[in-house]
């Protein structure tokens, strides 16, 4: 059974940055990207991009390029997201989610931004 | 980037109804084409991949058709637990883009 744990809400303040992780079991991490994937409240889903864990080669969506890092620790197989520079409009659940398409979803992170 | 619609945004149905949502593409995306179903609290749940194939223990009442730009998800008799909102997303280039939803209610 795939298996995907993330790491617990978040508060940050404007301007700070948060990273989450998202752990996997069941099966092999290093054999499927891992897309992350965020939901604001209320709202729709919105694809933010992926990275290999075999290599580390990742692709972001532009609107995050700048401002986004993927990373994954296959010795851990733990994949991360980092997020910097968190305006208000960045509160959101989200998601990790392994493989081409999208077939497993970790149980989400809430991140909070408020002053 | 491909943009996904959905129709129709809200969906009020009956239980026991055959009910369809459709999904359309701004450019062809042969198959690659995927169907979500969320609950209120919940990740959301793959149902369908390949626009038709359906993931290991969705029941059978779902279907997805389609290919190119047009895509369908059918619920031949809707059942109290088919209750969300659900997602289209095109797989075929990046970035990845969804659907605007299309929720699902009692009428």
């Known amino acids: 059974e795939v298996q995907l744990i993330q790491s617990g809400a978040e508060v940050k303040k404007p301007g700070a940055s948060v990273k989450i992780s998202c752990e996997v079991a069941?099966?092999?991490?290093?054999?499927?990207?891992m897309h992350w994937v965020r939901q604001a409240p209320g709202k729709g889903l919105e694809w933010m991009g992926l990275?290999?864990?075999?290599?580390?080669?990742?692709t972001y969506a532009e609107k995050f390029q700048g401002r986004v890092t993927m990373t994954a620790d296959t010795s851990t197989d733990t994949a991360y997201m980092e997020l910097i520079n968190l305006r208000s409009e960045d509160t959101a659940v989200y998601y990790c989610?392994?493989?081409?398409?999208?077939?497993?979803w970790g149980q989400g992170t809430l991140v909070t931004v408020s002053s | 980037d491909i943009q996904m619609t959905q129709s129709p945004s809200s969906l009020p149905a009956s239980i026991g109804d055959r009910v369809s949502i459709t999904c359309r593409a701004s450019?062809?995306?042969?198959?690659?084409l995927a169907w979500f179903q969320q609950k209120p609290g919940r990740a959301p749940k793959s149902l369908i991949y390949a626009a038709s194939t359906l993931q290991s223990g969705v029941p059978s009442r779902f279907s997805g058709s389609g290919s190119g730009t047009d895509f369908t998800l059918t619920i031949s008799s809707l059942q109290p637990e088919d209750l969300g909102t659900y997602y289209c997303q095109q797989y075929y280039t990046y970035p990845y883009t969804f659907g605007q939803g299309t929720k699902l209610e009692i009428k």
């Open positions: 990275v290999d864990p075999e290599n580390g080669e990742t």
């Open positions: 989610a392994p493989g081409l398409e999208l077939q497993n």
């Open positions: 450019q062809g995306i042969i198959t690659f």
């Open positions: 069941g099966y092999t991490f290093s054999g499927d990207y």
